[in-house]
């Protein structure tokens, strides 16, 4: 660990928090979706990373379920980079780990999500709460592999749950896919603070909810893995 790991931590702990207690005097999601690109591009700025997004041109104002790849911690903040200029707007699937992290939790839960706790027996809060953001006009962001891949796999198995969030509420799959390692990126970054680096993201075609075939087989043919 180097010295300036170290102080980059404090940094984005210091940052998160503060922005995640700016979040909780917010209440509507396009208010927290411009903080939560202002964060983004704080901590990416600082960390050297800039995001470049092939095929701009598909992202197109609407509600939608975002499904993508997930490497890294700093996954979603590559999404919030490249929406920044749509009037895409949404929630965030999170899990109950974020939502007690003495590093993410206050932000976690302020700046627009819906908890998932696969501790429950019973989903249907869970539903109900994505339902009622749908019905506020907003999107739904998903890592469908259920957890950051640290495997040697391109891709981990898709859950099913993105599916029925899909159905229930009726919303396009718009899907998008990170190509640049990013928890490598972050390591890259934390280890030389000169460093400049590019990660890439991908959007691609939209989904439609009622697909009856295979989405991940599907996502892997259209971004070619």
């Known amino acids: 660990m180097t010295l300036h790991s170290i102080k980059m931590g404090i940094y984005s702990l210091v940052l998160t928090n503060y922005f995640g207690l700016k979040l909780k005097k917010i209440s509507t999601n396009k208010d927290k979706k411009a903080l939560r690109f202002e964060y983004a591009k704080t901590l990416l700025d600082k960390l050297n990373i800039r995001v470049e997004v092939k095929n701009k041109e598909r992202i197109i104002d609407g509600q939608y379920l975002i499904i993508s790849n997930h490497r890294g911690i700093i996954d979603p903040l590559i999404l919030e980079i490249a929406l920044e200029k749509s ?40 539903f109900t709460d994505v339902k009622n953001a749908v019905k506020e006009g907003a999107s739904v962001f998903i890592f469908p592999e259920g957890t950051r891949n640290k495997s040697e796999e391109k891709l981990l198995e898709f859950k099913e749950g993105f599916r029925i969030i899909a159905l229930k509420n009726r919303l396009p799959i718009l899907p998008v896919y990170i190509r640049t390692q990013t928890h490598e990126a972050l390591g890259n970054a934390l280890a030389d603070k000169n460093l400049e680096q590019t990660i890439t993201i991908e959007i691609g075609e939209l989904i439609d909810y009622k697909e009856r075939g295979n989405i991940q087989n599907i996502y892997e043919k259209m971004f070619g893995i």
């Open 87 to 126: 009037n895409i707007y949404g929630v965030w699937i999170s899990k109950k780990e974020l939502y007690n992290s003495p590093f993410f939790g206050i932000f976690v839960r302020n700046a627009g999500s819906v908890l998932l706790d696969r501790e429950k027996s019973q989903m249907s809060g869970f």
